[in-house]
C-alpha cells in the first residue's frame, strides 16, 4: 500500500506552518564528543529543504543511543545542531527539551527559513513503550507530521507511531519514499536473474528474510558467520567458529526445503579465537577444531564474484567476514566490487544492513551501486513483512 508522499503537499499545508518531522540522527559519535559520520543527516536534507523552500518550518524529533527514558548527557542531540546547519546552509536552533511547554513556545516562535531541533526523544520515558499521552502532547509541537525517519520505522514508538495519530496530513519524507521505492522493487518486481547474498552474524534475526527470498531469488549465496550455521547443519566440524547453536535446525530445514539454491563457500580463511595470529586458507569441510573462519576463502570469492555478475537484481545483506579486521576483510570488498561491476552492467544493486552498509563505504563504493539502505532492521523487515509500523500510522496515498 503506498503511504501519501511530502511531494503532494501544497502551499495551504505548507506555507508558514510547522511540519513537525520524525528523522533518524542515530548518529555514531567520536571520543571528542563530535559527529562520526554524517551519513544520517544528509539522508534528510532533501525533506528539509523542499519543506524550507515551501515556506515551511520544520521541527525536528529524533533519538540518539539507549539513553533507557532518562537524560544521559552523553546521548544529547546538541552537538547535531551545528553539523545540520553546515550541511544544510540554513540556520538549526536547538532547544535541550522535547516534551515541555518550552518546546512548544520554541515551535511556534522558529522564524520562517530556520530549523529547530527538540532534545533526544529516549530521553522522556514514554518513548519507547508508546505512552499514548506522550504522543498526543508531542503533537503540539507541529500542525502535520513528516516520518523521515526510516532506520526507525520498524518501532513502534511514541514519536514514530503515536505522534502521527494526532496530526493530518501525516506523510512519508523523501528519504523515506526513496527507500521504500528501492526495497520494493527488490521485493516485488525483482528482474531475473535474482542474486542474494547473505552473511553477517545475526542468522536467528534473518532467518524471516531469508525465507522471504526463497520462493523468487534465482541463488542464494550464503558467507560471513551465517554459513559457519549452514556448515554445522551439514554436520560438517565448525572449530571455535561462530555458531548460532538456535538456529541449526532452521538452517538445516531451509537446506532440506531448497537444496539446490543456496551457495555455501567451498574454501574459507580460519584464524585463531579472537581474530589473532595469522590467517590460512582450508577447504570448507576442513575447519581446524582449535580455529575459526572468518571469511570466504579465494575459490568462494570466484564463485559468488562470477555469480553476482550473472545478475538483474542483486540484494546483498551481512558482510561475508569479520570485516573489521585486516585478513579477513577480502570476501566483503570481492562482493561489494562485484556489486559495482553488476550495477555498471545495468542490474539493480541494494545493500541493506547497518554493518553490510558501513563495508560498502569504507570500501568507497556506496555510490557506485544502485542503491544502499539508511536503515538496517528497518530495511530487513520491510523486505520481509512489506509493512513497518511507523508505515501505517501515515495517510494514504489518494487513490
Ligand atoms: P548487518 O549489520 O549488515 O546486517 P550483521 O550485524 O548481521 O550485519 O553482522 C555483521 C558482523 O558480523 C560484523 O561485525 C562482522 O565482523 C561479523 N562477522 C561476519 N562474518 C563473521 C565470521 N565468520 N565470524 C565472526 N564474525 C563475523
Ligand atoms: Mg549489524
Known amino acids: 500500500m503506498r503511504k501519501r508522499s511530502l511531494r503532494s503537499l501544497d502551499a495551504a499545508v505548507l506555507t508558514g506552518r510547522r511540519a513537525l518531522v520524525r528523522v533518524d540522527y542515530n548518529v555514531p559519535m567520536n571520543d571528542s564528543g563530535g559527529i562520526g559520520d554524517t551519513t544520517r543527516l544528509e539522508g534528510t536534507l532533501p525533506t528539509l529543504r523542499l519543506l524550507l523552500d515551501g515556506g515551511a518550518r520544520p521541527v525536528l524529533l529524533s533519538h540518539l543511543g539507549r539513553p533507557g527514558g532518562r537524560v544521559v548527557p552523553e546521548n544529547s542531540l546538541r552537538p547535531v545542531a551545528s553539523v545540520l546547519a553546515q550541511l544544510l546552509g540554513s540556520p538549526v536552533r536547538f532547544v535541550p527539551c522535547t516534551d515541555t511547554p518550552e518546546a512548544v513556545e520554541a515551535s511556534r516562535s522558529l522564524p520562517a527559513g ?40 520498524h518501532r513502534s514508538h511514541a514519536s514514530v507511531v503515536g505522534v502521527p495519530t494526532h496530526l493530518e496530513p501525516a506523510v512519508a519524507g523523501l528519504l523515506v519514499e526513496l527507500e521504500l521505492d528501492a526495497l520494493s522493487r527488490v521485493r516485488e518486481a525483482a528482474t531475473r536473474p535474482f542474486i542474494v547474498a547473505f552473511g553477517g552474524a545475526k542468522i536467528g534475526d534473518k532467518i524471516p528474510l531469508m525465507e522471504a527470498f526463497l520462493t523468487h531469488a534465482d541463488r542464494i549465496l550464503v558467507g560471513g558467520a551465517m554459513a559457519n550455521t549452514f556448515l554445522a547443519a551439514l554436520g560438517m566440524p565448525t572449530g571455535k567458529s561462530l555458531v548460532e547453536g538456535g538456529a541449526i535446525e532452521t538452517a538445516a530445514d531451509i537446506l532440506r ?32 577444531a582449535d580455529l575459526a573462519a572468518y571469511d570466504i576463502g579465494p ?101
Request: charged share 25%; aromatic share 6%.
Open 114 to 153: 530556520e530549523v529547530l531541533l527538540l532534545e533526544n526523544t529516549r530521553f522522556l520515558p514514554g518513548e519507547t513503550s508508546n505512552e499514548p499521552g506522550l504522543g498526543e502532547r508531542l503533537a503540539q509541537l507541529g500542525d502535520f507530521y513528516v516520518n523521515d525517519a526510516f532506520g526507525t520505522t
Open 257 to 288: 526445503r531448497v537444496p539446490d539454491l543456496l551457495l555455501l563457500p567451498e574454501d574459507l580463511v580460519v584464524g585463531e579465537p579472537g581474530a589473532a595470529g595469522s590467517a590460512r586458507v582450508v577447504p570448507a569441510d576442513a575447519i581446524p
Open 299 to 399: 575459490a568462494t570469492r570466484a564463485r559468488f564474484s562470477a555469480v553476482i555478475s550473472t545478475a538483474r537484481t542483486f540484494f546483498w545483506n551481512g558482510p561475508m567476514g569479520r570485516f573489521e579486521t585486516r585478513g579477513f576483510d577480502e570476501g566483503t570488498r570481492e562482493v561489494a566490487r562485484a556489486a559495482v561491476i553488476a550495477t555498471e552492467s545495468g542490474a539493480f544493486t541494494v545493500i541493506g544492513g547497518g554493518d553490510s552498509a558501513r563495508a560498502i563505504r569504507e570500501a568507497g563504493l556506496d555510490l557506485r551501486v544502485s542503491h544502499v539502505s539508511t536503515g538496517g532492521g528497518a530495511a530487513l523487515e520491510y523486505l520481509a513483512h512489506g509493512a513497518l509500523p511507523g508505515l501505517e500510522a501515515l495517510d494514504e496515498d489518494e487513490p
